[in-house]
């Protein structure tokens, strides 16, 4: 078993996820990542990883499966032997007007975005009662607070999320196992790259889209310092949702 502290980051290979593995990884925790499609995304994460001096390994599986969420959580307990921070980053967008939107759209986000959270966090969840110690965070969003045209899927999938972490906090807090949920604005990644962006930073008080760093902080201060934190949703937005 590794002396460092583990962290197990789901949809890891670039944009938020990347960011999150690789804040951990300064922090010096043993990181574990999740992917699903681009193998030579998740080897340079990887290579970035193990550069700053600290044990990794990617572990490529669909988050919307449950069997293969069991098997990928037993393979990193095997690995690493222990889980301390689970973040539950993994999901997709399909958008569109929901009197257009086909039950295949709307079954993948809820499956990708929302379902996977429990299929990842109830094996993890077994190991850090045993540990007596545990931090789950789940990746919301603002259209999961304030809903959004054109994504009734994911906003419902990112709803479920707040209602999954408030629910898990009050059962596990005996435990001493901490569950939040960040709930992020608009930040540049691939998902927000052909989004008109003078005219989403006219809402933003703070004038600009936030950045992948701007939400690993705060999964990094969740996991480390947030202590007497728990069930809670922490919004990274610029201050859209005020």
Same mark, same amino acid.
């Given at each position: ?12 290979? %670039? ?12 922090? @010096?925790? $043993? ?5 699903? @499609? ?14 700053? @001096?600290? &044990? ?21 307990? +095997? $690995?690493?032997? !222990? ?11 399909? $958008?569109?007007?929901?009197? %257009?939107? +086909? /039950?295949? +759209? ?11 959270? *429990?299929?990842? #966090?109830?094996?993890?969840? &077994?190991?850090?009662?045993? =540990? ?11 259209? @999961?607070?304030?809903?959004? /045209?054109? =994504? ?17 906090? &009050? ?6 196992? %901490? ?6 604005? *608009?930040? =540049? ?11 989403? #930073?006219?809402?933003?008080?703070? !004038? %600009?889209?936030?950045?992948?760093? $701007?939400?690993?902080?705060?999964? &990094?201060?969740l996991a480390e310092d947030a202590t007497y934190i728990t069930? =809670?949703?922490?919004?990274?937005d610029g201050g859209l949702v005020i």
């Amino acid at each position: 078993m590794t002396d460092n502290k583990v962290a197990l980051v789901t949809g890891a290979s %670039r944009g938020i996820g990347k960011a999150c593995a690789i804040e951990l990884a300064k922090a @010096g925790y $043993d990181v574990a990542i999740s992917y699903a @499609g681009n193998d030579e995304a998740a080897n340079k994460t990887i290579e970035e990883l193990n550069a700053i @001096g600290i &044990k990794s390994k990617a572990y490529k599986f669909n988050v919307a499966d449950k069997e293969a969420c069991q098997k990928a959580v037993e393979e990193v307990i +095997n $690995d690493f032997g !222990k889980i301390d921070v689970l973040v539950n980053n993994a999901g997709i967008t399909r $958008d569109g007007l929901f009197l %257009r939107m +086909n /039950a295949e +759209n709307w079954e993948a986000v809820i499956n990708t975005n929302l379902n996977s959270a *429990f299929y990842m #966090t109830n094996p993890v969840i &077994k190991l850090m009662m045993k =540990q007596r110690y545990g931090c789950v965070v789940n990746m919301s969003s603002i259209v @999961g607070i304030m809903g959004n /045209a054109g =994504q009734a899927n994911y906003s419902a999938a990112k709803a479920g999320l707040i209602g999954f972490t408030k629910s898990l906090a &009050k059962e596990l807090g005996s435990r001493n196992i %901490r569950v939040n949920a960040i709930a992020p604005g *608009f930040i =540049q990644t691939d998902m927000t790259k052909d989004l008109d962006t003078e005219k989403i #930073t006219d809402h933003i008080p703070l !004038k %600009r889209l936030g950045l992948p760093e $701007d939400i690993a902080k705060t999964v &990094k201060f969740l996991a480390e310092d947030a202590t007497y934190i728990t069930g =809670q949703v922490i919004g990274v937005d610029g201050g859209l949702v005020i």
